[in-house]
């Protein structure tokens, strides 16, 4: 089977995992060409990569070689920028969040759907082997009725990490702080665990920045299916923690630190076993570099095959708006001081 070419648009921090991904699947694909507005960015990654380096994206499109378009932007411009890569014919994904307006994300999934093309957005802890098994439970009914879900993202970003980016902590092209950059990885995995929510009751407030969004938010819900939960979301929580994702059922409950499985207790006393603690992700504890964009490149490759199966074309983009709904909620409850009922 003919290899897939993939293209990047932008050229900053996380194309380096996009990069890394895409060099991990070198049985199916190719990295061929980036793209950045800053010359300076594109020609670096460009000579790094060994890759063909555009500064005008339109010339990046019009590259035949490139079949799947990775969309690295300020998170603003990802449906303005996917949505031109979509109407060229390419197959895209999309950074998270998927956009940060819902208009935008309904735009490009309609301009996808008419140009008959796959699209998705990286979700790439739902990869992590912890979160994939306690999916399996809940799915396969082993936690009985689910009760309560609590995430927490208690991380520090410095104040010069604001600053290292014009767009960093903006309304305009962050579209919120803690929670849209940071947090939406574990809204995504709290609302996949627990089904989607129903109402939102949060509160928000800048703490510890010079930004004009959240550096903390915190928020309790309730789920569909009638379970309630909390999630915590902050920028100002020096040195910076394990994040965890508990879930608890009728029939019993998970704790995961990190996208790993550290707890599991089921009510009749079933055993697990124990090899499914066992983290299949290469382990950061030593070298930070080391993970990468190994989790990128399991959904880089799910996404492949999809393509390649021609089925559940834009699957994936509507997980991305379902993600970037949740925090929307999250957002307006906050702003009003009122519960918020989905959907917006
Ligand atoms: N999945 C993850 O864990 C993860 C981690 C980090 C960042 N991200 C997401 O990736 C996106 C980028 O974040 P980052 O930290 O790499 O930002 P960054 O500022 O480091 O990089 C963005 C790049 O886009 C370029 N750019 C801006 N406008 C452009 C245009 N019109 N055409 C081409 N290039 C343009 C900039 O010059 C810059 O090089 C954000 O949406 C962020 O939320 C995801």
Redesign the pocket.
């Known amino acids: 089977m003919k290899k897939l070419g993939f293209g990047i ?7 380096h995992w996009h990069a890394d991904a895409i060099r991990r699947l070198a049985d199916v694909a190719d990295l061929v060409a980036v ?4 010359e300076d ?1 594109a020609g670096a990654a460009a000579e790094k990569l060994g890759v063909t380096g555009y500064v005008n ?1 339109s010339d990046f499109l019009a590259d035949g070689r490139i079949d799947i378009v990775t969309i ?4 603003g ?2 449906a303005d920028h996917a949505i031109e890569a979509v109407r060229r014919g390419k197959h895209v994904i999309v ?3 998927f956009d940060i307006s819902l208009d935008q994300a309904d735009r490009l999934i309609a301009e996808a759907a008419d140009a008959d093309v796959f699209v998705t957005c ?1 979700s ?1 802890t739902r990869y992590a082997s912890g979160l994939k098994q306690l999916q399996e439970w809940i799915d396969a009914g082993k936690l009985g009725d689910l009760v309560y879900g609590e995430a927490t993202i208690k991380w520090y970003r410095s104040q010069e990490y604001y600053d290292s ?1 014009d ?1 960093r902590g903006t309304w305009a092209l962050d579209g919120g702080g803690a929670l849209m ?1 940071q947090g939406i990885h574990y809204a995504d995995n709290l609302q996949r665990a627990m089904g989607k929510p129903k109402t939102v009751s949060a509160y928000a407030a800048t703490r510890g920045h010079r930004i004009e969004v959240e550096d903390i938010v915190t928020a309790s819900i309730v789920f569909e299916n009638g379970a309630l939960g909390s999630l915590t979301a902050t920028t100002s929580a020096y040195p910076g923690f394990q994040t965890t994702l508990e879930i608890f059922g009728t029939k019993g409950s998970v704790r995961i630190e990190n996208q790993e499985i550290v707890s599991v207790n089921f009510v009749d006393g079933e055993q697990y076993d124990s090899a499914l603690l066992q983290s299949d992700t290469p382990s950061t504890a030593s070298d930070p570099a080391a993970v990468g964009g190994y989790n990128h490149s399991l959904q880089f490759r799910e996404f492949i095959d999809t393509v390649q199966s021609g089925k559940d074309r834009l699957a994936g983009a509507l997980e991305g708006r379902t993600a970037l709904e949740f925090v929307l909620g999250v957002y307006q409850s906050a702003r009003t001081g009122q519960p918020v009922t989905f959907p917006l």
């Open positions: 648009i932008g050229c900053g921090v996380i194309h793209c950045d507005v800053a960015r994206i690295a932007t300020p998170s411009m990802h950074e998270k969040p990286i790439q980016g767009w950059n």
